[in-house]
């Protein structure tokens, strides 16, 4: 598939620019603009089933919003259950948000998901990031497994000794996180050392793919499309 | 606590952009005068890593989610670093869990960025003479600026259809679900700030 | 009693194949026993299940008589851990070496007691402060295994313990463990220290065991010994003094 | 020109008194020297500071004729660190043992060659897209070792690359090693392994220099060695293949 191999740096714009044309949505007649949108995308980049999975948080955090708002606000009362009122503007203010918020999530996850953390670190760079930020997020995701399993032998060797469980074991928790986070503070220093002793210098060492036609040609489109949904919402 | 996407109109997640493009240059450029920047990143990448997996231990209360926030022990512990460090931890959250917004990236990053720098100057002005009393007022009271500046964002930001009385009612009720939350934060920050006293001092921000 | 006994026992890592199957053995208390074999054998992941780190994936495994089930851990077996950062945890090595005592609820004075005597026996006396993570390669080595020591379990599962140890250590390491009157099972390349530690000894190689016998027999046989990239300890070779001896050869 | 040069060099840890302190010596290109010394003598230490990883207290070192800065790095020195975990970073082996190379700019096809060249003079071959956490602890190791190879460094600085070795893996690595024409300084308590790599040894204990001569001269002083806790290696000493020795006894 096409799409598969666009460029990482196409996809940090595309993703930008139809999120921020999704967030000026402000009317609530391009809805199903809103809803088919994140759909092409997911299916063009072959990720439906992955993003519907990861997208629960996003689902509830949505529909808590339009619960709430429904109950809250706005004159015209649509339904009366007992003392709960149901309220038309809170709904559609709450459909407005959170289809907003939906198709903006689901939006990033098809378009970056996708992406390893080399590849998207080398985007962020390509859209001029810093080096300092973009090292920073590259370590960031190899030490998250360093963190985890520093903590999961602290645990563990806590355990083999006849540490407590339950929450008797609460503040030993707090002293261990503190202790863990220590450790893996010098443990990430040894690392930093092993990575420049082989040449890691700033900056990274992947190479930025150039910026193809399919990749131009993919932001173009999105630009467009953007603009197409800010306009369409305006006019009508 | 991250503001997610679609909640506030569109000029004001790019206004937040804007602000939080103009504090990372301000830190980047105090980061770049200090001796040596980069004998500073492994410590600032892993504490990144910590400030990034707190948000994925999260309780959704909606319409957001209590977790961990410790923009205060970023602060502390990382001076100017921290912005950086926080809106990196912020973007990867958004990307790769879709926690937070990525419009909201901006605003998200005052939410954190500002208390750390709070947390860090409070630090400066009086760490070394009431470790354990500063570091507690830093933890927590960095959780409280978070608060504060999300409902200042939130008020002005929701649609006008929102009844005011009941916004301020969902406000205080989302304010009140966090209090335990600046505890927990104050605590933490201590407890780290104290063993490193002991075992480490030279990771200290004090030396 | 056995203070160990595995019936039939599978031993892996979630979602891959077995490493070892159908291991049965036995080991009586007091018993000092040597586990060789090459390098991925499967002796480190034997170590985790026996000490309910790792489920076994079939068969089972019994401590004094008791199933091992992963996740239940029991004070009865001490774990010291091949990589020694493992199981250090605490800020300071004191604090380390107490938790375990402080844990099985002991009176202060008689953890204080039983760490000193932990460490003297480690030779870390005046390192009480440290914090491990400042400790050399060797030194922690030592802490893992006062660590140890002081809980007095009944057995021992001694992953690499002299590793990283200089040769002064190494013996009195060896000096300390022979003293021992509790199981002690090591894993080790070192084939001189199982050979004066255990007087028996158990091959692994290609998932099963291949030699269960006295360590003389087993670690001095040549053709057994070469079959799965071993080598006869030097001191159960005669040679010259001069430093040279006969290299085999290996595939 | 010599590869590396000490002068009056101090080693320690910042806020620490210092660990070695006045260190001179010089080794020449494609020397292979031994270096050892009891547990927390510095070796460690003093490879970190020459690695460019701690600042140097006092002095200095110089390695092809540069000043060694902290933290500053040199693709010329190439340091296999004491824990292996240390070293791998990366999320599966040919990745991590890739890293070097691709660092240094190299195109992909000699990048390729020169790993699996690495990984087969290792032993890795076919281990390729382990994650690295998932090897046994003589995998990682063997890992490391790759790793630096790979980079083919006027340098090698090792410590204890022997540790958590099987024997053939061992022997392998020696003869590995034995092969290279590069500089080696290997640190090591296997002092069998020091005699057969290194023509020349150096002996630190107490903070400084205690010997720096032939291999056989300072390994086989028994009284220099029993005064810096070693033990003179079997293979120097003359016995007669039963198993038993005159064991030395130790403060
Ligand atoms: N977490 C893991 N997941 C999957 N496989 C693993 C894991 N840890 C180890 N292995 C594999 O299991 C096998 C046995 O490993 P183990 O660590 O038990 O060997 P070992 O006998 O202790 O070797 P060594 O002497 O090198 O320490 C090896 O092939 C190793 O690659
Ligand atoms: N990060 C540190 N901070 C302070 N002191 C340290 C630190 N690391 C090691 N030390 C101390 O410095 C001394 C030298 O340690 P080093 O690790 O260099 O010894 P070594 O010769 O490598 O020993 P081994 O053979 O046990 O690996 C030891 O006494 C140790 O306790
Ligand atoms: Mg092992
Ligand atoms: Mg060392």
Redesign the pocket.
């Known amino acids: 598939m096409a799409d598969a191999a666009l460029n990482p740096r196409a996809r940090l714009v595309i993703a930008l620019m139809l999120a921020f044309g999704i967030a000026a949505v402000r009317g609530v007649a391009v809805l199903p603009v809103l809803v088919a949108l994140p759909v092409l995308v997911a299916l063009a980049a072959g990720q439906a089933r992955h993003i519907l999975r990861r997208l629960r948080g996003a689902a509830l955090l949505a529909l808590g919003v339009v619960v709430t708002l429904t109950l809250i606000s706005g004159e015209t009362v649509l339904a009366q259950i007992g003392p709960v009122a149901l309220r038309l503007q809170g709904l559609e203010a709450g459909m407005l948000i959170a289809l907003r918020l939906l198709s903006i999530v689901a939006v990033t996850l098809a378009l970056l998901a996708p992406l390893s953390p080399f590849q998207l670190v080398a985007g962020l760079r390509g859209m001029g990031v810093p080096a300092l930020m973009a090292d920073l997020a590259l370590l960031t995701l190899r030490y998250l497994d360093e963190l985890a399993a520093e903590l999961r032998r602290a645990r563990l060797a806590r355990r083999l000794r006849g540490g407590r469980t339950g929450w008797r074991a609460l503040p030993d928790h707090a002293f261990l996180l503190a202790t863990a986070l220590i450790r893996a503070q010098a443990r990430a220093e040894r690392l930093w050392s092993a990575m420049r002793l082989r040449g890691y210098g700033s900056g990274l060492a992947v190479d930025l793919a150039p910026m193809r036609v399919t990749d131009w040609g993919a932001v173009t489109a999105a630009i467009i499309a953007a603009l197409a949904l800010v306009m369409l919402d305006r006019a009508l | 606590m991250h503001l997610p996407d679609g909640i506030v109109p569109v000029e004001m997640a790019l206004a937040g952009y804007g602000a939080s493009a103009a504090l990372a240059a301000l830190a980047l450029a105090r980061v770049k005068a200090l001796p040596d920047p980069q004998a500073e990143i492994p410590r600032v990448a892993m504490l990144t890593t910590v400030f990034f997996a707190a948000s994925l231990v999260a309780v959704p209360v909606p319409p957001v989610s209590v977790h961990l926030m410790l923009g205060g022990l970023m602060g502390v512990m990382l001076g100017w670093f921290s912005v950086p460090a926080i809106l990196v931890g912020l973007f990867l959250q958004a990307v790769l869990f879709g926690h937070g917004g990525i419009t909201t990236l901006g605003l998200n990053g005052m939410i954190f960025c500002l208390p750390a720098l709070m947390a860090f100057g409070l630090w400066q002005l009086a760490g070394r003479r009431w470790p354990d009393l500063v570091a507690l007022a830093a933890g927590s009271g960095a959780v409280l600026m978070a608060l504060a500046i999300f409902a200042a964002i939130v008020l002005v930001g929701l649609p006008v259809v929102v009844d005011a009385g009941a916004e301020r009612v969902a406000l205080s009720i989302f304010l009140i679900a966090h209090l335990p939350l600046a505890m927990a934060e104050g605590v933490i920050v201590m407890t780290l700030l104290r063993v490193l006293r002991r075992v480490e001092p030279r990771l200290l921000p004090h030396g | 009693m056995n203070v160990l006994a595995l019936h039939k026992l599978s031993?892996?890592?979630?979602?891959?194949p077995p490493?070892?199957s159908g291991l049965s053995m036995q080991m009586r208390a007091g018993e000092h026993v040597g586990l060789v074999?090459?390098?991925?054998?499967?002796?480190?992941?034997?170590?985790?299940t026996i000490a309910a780190v790792l489920p076994a994936q079939a068969g089972s495994a019994e401590v004094r008589g008791r199933a091992v089930r992963a996740g239940h851990f029991d004070t009865d077996i001490a774990l010291v851990f091949?990589q020694a950062e493992d199981q250090l945890f605490c800020p300071t090595l004191f604090e380390d070496v107490a938790f375990g005592p402080r844990n099985m609820g002991l009176p202060e004075p008689e953890v204080q007691a039983r760490v000193a005597q932990a460490l003297a026996a480690c030779g870390l006396t005046g390192l009480e402060d440290r914090p491990v993570h400042h400790l050399s390669g060797g030194e922690k080595r030592r802490a893992c295994i006062a660590g140890a020591l002081v809980m007095q379990p009944a057995l021992m599962l001694l992953?690499?313990p002299s590793a990283a140890l200089d040769l002064r250590n190494r013996r009195r390491l060896i000096a300390l463990l022979a003293g021992m009157d509790q199981a002690l099972l090591i894993?080790s390349?070192d084939l001189e220290l199982v050979l004066e530690l255990c007087p028996r000894v158990v091959l692994?190689d290609e998932g099963r065991i291949c030699a269960d016998g006295p360590a003389r027999a087993v670690l001095g046989d040549t053709a057994l010994m070469a079959a799965h990239g071993q080598e006869v300890p030097h001191s159960l070779t005669p040679h010259d003094g001069t430093g040279h001896r006969h290299v085999r050869s290996f595939p």
Do not use: R
Not at chain 3, 11 to 16: D, T
Not at chain 3, 37 to 48: I, Q, R, V, W
């Open positions: 031993v892996g890592h979630p979602g891959h490493v070892l074999g090459p390098n991925g054998a499967g002796k480190t992941s034997l170590f985790h091949q992953d690499e894993a390349h692994i």
